[in-house]
Every structure is written in structure tokens, then in C-alpha cells.
């Protein structure tokens, strides 16, 4: 006969040492992935897949049925147990005082985040904003990983609706900067889910603005794995939702960001039209008036806009390219490399494979020092028009 479980007790042996651990379903898989990148395991994990295992059954109450090898062995490596006891339920059941004992220390921590402590974080991330734009994700993925998950844990236990929302918008940024690392490090799959937490993160911020952001942030997903007809969809529905109130400088950003996905998708007269209409937010004075960090300037539009005339081959590329480089500051780092990468392209497009080569050693040598593998990935393919 089954043992009766309280609320909150433990239903398998798994759930019980994955709650000894302190961690939740996403960052124990988190964790998985980690471990079986490093130990060279085959076995993957998904939050849904855990959460079937944890209960030892299926959602309709069937039997689990076996377990993929390759996952099992995963498990039985992290925990040093075997797969049917980690599936079994636990003798040892940690009494339901010791949850509420939990509950309550989160909760205290959690009443105690106030403004200060928010702009203490919002410092915490600008400061690692600046070491991912310099010196890639390769040093600060890790930090913001981390970063998230302590505002995740905050605040799921506030129950203060204005610091909620705080926290909220804080962990759709996180996870936005987490998801561009990770698409710049070849997560792809990572970076789908870093941009989904930060899209419902973002639905309790108060600020629609943190939505439309996380969405045309994702589309950039979908252009790295060639979906580009569904990144205009998805940014073009982002663009519709921006409100009129919404920061000019995201508006001008939203449109910019539009304009690529336009020029992947083939669409020249409506990607130029979108980069003009970015130009013409940013002239009407586009400061920077809360809501989620963007980085646009006259200089990132123009190497934009030149990253698109490169893909059409227009002639003009070069010279776009070439003065965005000029005028770019020296600190973003991932950015100079896929304006060398851009520029390497347009030359080939014109016939001088000498300068093309040079951008694209340069290219070559920033990627491998941040670890880009989407600038990397892009250079190989380029490979062969440089021979």
C-alpha cells in the first residue's frame, strides 16, 4: 500500500535530493546540462521530463514507464544511486516543519529586499553588462546565471506587489542578457529558454515594455536556426504591442531590430524602411527613459544597417561598415567582431578578397578571446569565398 504524503513532502527520492540540494526543477536541469557538457554524458533533461520523474508517474497517474538509458545514467552519475531508487519513494521524509521552517526564512528574506537593495542589483548587473560587452560570455555567463537565480528565489517569495515587480523586471533583464550569451555561445537551445523565462518574468513587471523586449530579443533565436519568415513574425507582433509610451529608445530599438530580421528574410525595401524609421526615433531624441537596457546610437544603427547591406551585397556596405568601426567604442568587443565579420563579408561581395581576409583574421582572433561560436560559426562559413 502507497504511504499518504503530506503537502509539500517529497513524492520519489529524486525530488527529495534535488530539494537537499536547495535547488529548483530549472536550475537542477541547469545543473544536468552542465554536468553532462563537462563528464561528456549523452543524457538530456528538460524541466517537463523532471518533473515526470519526480513525481514517479505519468500526468494521466499510469505507471512512468522505463527510463531512457542515457538519462538514467546522467541521474546515477549527479546523485551516485541507481535509477529505480532515486524513482522510489523516500523512507527518510524530512518532517513538515522543517518545509515551513524554510518557507518562513524565505519569506523574512524576501520582506527585506527594499529600494536599496534593488539598485544594489540593477548596479550588480550593469557592472556585468560591461565585463559580457569587453570580454564576452565566456567570463560573465556564469555571474549571470547565478545573479538570476538569487532574484528568482526573491521573488517568488515576495509578497509585496511593488517589489514583485521589481524583482520581476530585474529577472526579465537577467535572463535576456543570459540569453543573448547563450545564443553568442552556441546554447541555442539555452537561449530559447533564457528569453522564455524572461518573457514571464516580464508579465509581472507592470511594464509591458519588458515583454516586447524579451519578444524581439527571441526572435534573434529563430534567425541563428534560419527561421527568419517566423523572427519577423514574432518582432513585428513586439513592435505592434510597444505602446506609444513606451521608451522612444526602445521603439527605435524594436524597429532597428526589425530591420534585421527583414534583411534575412530577403526583404530589402522593408528593411530599409524599418532602419530609417529607427533613424528618424532616434533623431526625435530617443533618451533613455526607464524600461528595459538597450544599446542603440547612431553608431550601432549605421552598423545595423550596414550588416543588412552586407547580406544584399549593396555596395554601400563597405563604407557604412567601415565608419561604424571608425566610431565604435573600443569596449564592445563582441560587437567590433561581427562588424569585422560583416565587413569581411561585404568585401568579398565586391570582389577584394585581400581586405577581406584582414577583418576576417581580426574577426577570427576577438571571436576565439570570448568565446563567440556564432561569430566563429559565421567566419567558417565565409571560409570558402576566402581561399
Known sequence: ????????????????????????????????DEFARDQKEQGTLSVRHLQRLVAGRR?????????????????????????????????????NEDSASELRQMLNAARRVDPVAIELFEEQLNAVRRLDRQLGAIVAYDEVRVKARQVDRLRTYSTLPGVRAKLAALLSELHTLAGWQALDTGSISDSWQHYDNAKAAAAESDDASFVVHAMAEQSFVLLDINKSGEAVDLITDARAQAKRSSPSLLRAWLAAAHGEA?????????SL??????????????EDSGGPYVVLDAVH?????????????????????????????????????????????????????????????????????????????????????LR
Not at 538509458?69 to 552519475?77: F, G, M, V
Not at 527583414?262 to 522593408?270: D, F, P, S, V, Y
Open 273 to 286: 524602411r524599418a532602419f530609417d524609421e529607427s533613424a528618424e526615433l532616434l533623431g526625435a531624441g530617443s
Open 59 to 95: 500526468p494521466d497517474g499510469g505507471p512512468l514507464g522505463p527510463v531512457r538509458p542515457a538519462t538514467a545514467r546522467l541521474l546515477e552519475r549527479i546523485f551516485g544511486v541507481s535509477i529505480d531508487e532515486l524513482l522510489s519513494e523516500p523512507t527518510d521524509v524530512p518532517c
Open 262 to 270: 527583414l534583411a534575412a528574410n530577403g526583404r530589402r525595401n522593408g
Open 301 to 385: 544603427l549605421a552598423r545595423w544597417r550596414g550588416h543588412a547591406l552586407a547580406r544584399f551585397g549593396d555596395m554601400e556596405a563597405v563604407n557604412v561598415l567601415s565608419n561604424a568601426l571608425d566610431r565604435l567604442d573600443p569596449s564592445f568587443t563582441r560587437a567590433e567582431t561581427a562588424l569585422r565579420v560583416d565587413l569581411a563579408t561585404a568585401f568579398v561581395s565586391q570582389g577584394e578578397p585581400e581586405a577581406a581576409r584582414a577583418h576576417a583574421s581580426v574577426a577570427r582572433r576577438l571571436a576565439a578571446e570570448i568565446g563567440s561560436a556564432r561569430q566563429d560559426r559565421r567566419l567558417r562559413m565565409l571560409a570558402g569565398q
Open 1 to 32: 500500500m502507497t504511504q499518504w504524503r503530506g503537502p509539500g513532502q517529497p513524492r520519489t527520492v529524486l525530488e527529495q535530493r534535488i530539494r537537499e540540494r536547495r535547488q529548483t526543477f530549472e536550475e537542477f536541469v541547469e545543473f544536468a
